[in-house]
């Protein structure tokens, strides 16, 4: 374990005490372009064909745009601190509830304080209901009782690699027609 502590409370910042016990502020990166950013994305639990076939074909088009690098943490919690201390540039994973995947609100709400605190970005990514389309509204935040989430250092980074999500749901969405 790290013994590290994140924490945030509305409206006064957020903050990391680290080993050494002293608390500091931290910041999202001001990381703008998917060619300089360090990008998390969790498969979840899908295992089935469909699942796995839709996390590679996104990895594939956010590796097609030349990310700098793509990482598997595992924790929706700790993906989330670590965007708001710019050790991530951006975090996601995707679910629903009609598949029974995906983080769930006691995974994603305090890490999306964290995230506004440090000055980053969150955004509902759900494909289930009328924001099938995570490039619909940027201004979307992530919908506490859904479960997908997603975080980025800046609204400039989180355009493009919603827009590679989009992507590569339309190629995964393609794929599922002609099979």
Wanted: proline residues 3%; negative net charge.
């Amino acid at each position: 374990m790290a013994k590290e502590l994140f924490w945030a409370t509305r409206g006064n910042g957020a903050f990391l005490r680290g080993q050494d016990g002293i608390t500091h502020p931290i910041s999202a990166s001001s990381t703008k372009t998917i060619e300089h950013a360090v990008i998390s994305m969790d498969p979840g639990y899908g295992r089935d064909s469909s699942g796995v076939r839709k996390f590679c074909d996104i990895q594939s088009e956010i590796l097609l745009r030349g990310v700098r690098n793509i990482r598997v943490l595992g924790s929706t919690g700790l993906n989330m601190a670590y965007v708001a201390c710019g050790r991530l540039d951006a975090a996601f994973e995707e679910g629903s509830w009609k598949s029974n995947r995906g983080p769930k609100i006691w995974d994603f709400a305090a890490g999306m304080l964290l995230i506004e605190e440090a000055g980053g970005k969150t955004h509902d990514i759900s494909s289930e209901g009328a924001n099938t389309n995570p490039i619909v509204d940027l201004n979307s935040p992530i919908d506490l009782m859904g479960r997908s989430f997603f975080c980025a250092s800046t609204s400039e980074l989180a355009c493009k690699v919603l827009d590679a999500i989009s992507h590569g749901r339309s190629k995964w969405e393609d794929s599922m027609i002609n099979s």
